[in-house]
C-alpha cells in the first residue's frame, strides 16, 4: 500500500467548495485510491473511491492526478455535517488508515 | 439490517485482566476486520478475516487474538490487558476485501476501552 500525506487540519466556510488534497506518490498500479471520513464520536464511513478517472457521487467528488501520484477530494457546498477528519487511503488489500486531514466548517 | 454491532460500548480493565470484545455483522460479509484508534490518532488494524476460518494480522496485533467461527462474528480477545491497550476499537465488515475497489467498509460504532 502506498504511504498517503494529506494537511493535518483545513478550514471551510459553509455553502462553499472544499478541496481537501492527499499526496501518494508511490502508489502502484493496481492500487485504488479511497476516501474515509469520521464524524466526532462515530466509526468511519465511505465517502468515495477511484482508480484512474475522475468520480462523483451524491456525497463527493474526487479528482484524481493523471500521474495518479496525487488525488482531491471535492465538496461542492461544505455543510456543518462536513466538518470530520478525512482520510485518503491507497489501497489494493487492506484499508490502512493514516492521521487524515481534520476539516473545520465555519457558519 | 443491524449493520455492525459491536458490543460493549464502554469497558474499563484492570492491567492483566482478559476480554472479550464482540462484533456481529448481519450482511454476510465475508471480510472482517479490527482497528484501533488512539486519541488524536488514526486507525491501525490489528487484525483482519476474510472468511469464516481464516484470519490475518494487520499493522499491530501484539496483545490481541481474533478467530472466525462463523462469516458473522469476529471476537477480538485481549488475553492480559495492558494500559497500552486504552483506546477506541472499531469493527468493520465488507463483502469483499475493500481495497479491491469493489465495496465499501461498514463500521461498527466503537467500543471504548480503558486499562487502569
Known amino acids: 500500500d502506498a504511504k498517503t500525506t494529506q494537511p493535518n487540519s483545513m478550514e471551510s466556510n459553509e455553502e462553499e467548495p472544499v478541496h481537501l488534497p492527499c499526496n501518494h506518490s508511490t502508489i502502484s498500479g493496481t492500487d485504488y485510491i479511497h476516501w474515509y471520513r469520521q464524524l466526532p464520536s462515530q466509526g468511519p464511513e465511505y465517502v468515495i473511491h477511484?482508480?484512474?478517472s475522475n468520480v462523483n457521487n451524491r456525497m463527493a467528488s474526487l479528482a484524481i492526478a493523471e500521474d495518479r501520484k496525487s488525488s482531491t477530494l471535492i465538496l461542492h457546498r461544505a455543510t456543518l455535517r462536513d466538518a470530520a477528519v478525512y482520510y485518503c487511503i491507497c489501497s489494493n488489500n487492506d484499508m490502512r488508515f493514516g492521521a487524515g486531514t481534520r476539516l473545520t466548517v465555519k457558519p | 439490517n443491524a449493520g455492525v454491532t459491536q458490543t460493549p460500548k464502554f469497558q474499563v480493565l484492570k492491567t492483566g485482566q482478559s476480554m472479550t470484545l464482540q462484533c456481529a455483522q448481519d450482511m454476510n460479509h465475508e471480510y472482517m476486520s479490527w482497528y484501533r484508534q488512539d486519541p488524536g490518532m488514526g486507525l491501525r488494524l490489528i487484525h483482519y478475516?476474510?472468511?469464516?476460518?481464516?484470519?490475518d494480522q494487520g499493522e499491530v496485533p501484539n496483545g490481541y487474538n481474533v478467530s472466525r467461527s462463523t462469516t458473522e462474528d469476529f471476537p477480538l480477545r485481549l488475553l492480559s490487558a495492558a494500559p497500552s491497550q486504552t483506546s477506541v476499537y472499531f469493527c468493520?465488515?465488507?463483502?469483499?476485501?475493500?481495497?479491491?475497489?469493489?465495496?465499501?467498509?461498514?463500521f461498527g460504532p466503537g467500543t471504548r476501552l480503558t486499562v487502569l
Open positions: 477511484g482508480l484512474t
Open positions: 468493520a465488515s465488507s463483502y469483499s476485501s475493500p481495497g479491491l475497489g469493489i465495496d465499501t467498509q461498514y
Open positions: 478475516s476474510v472468511g469464516a476460518g481464516i484470519t
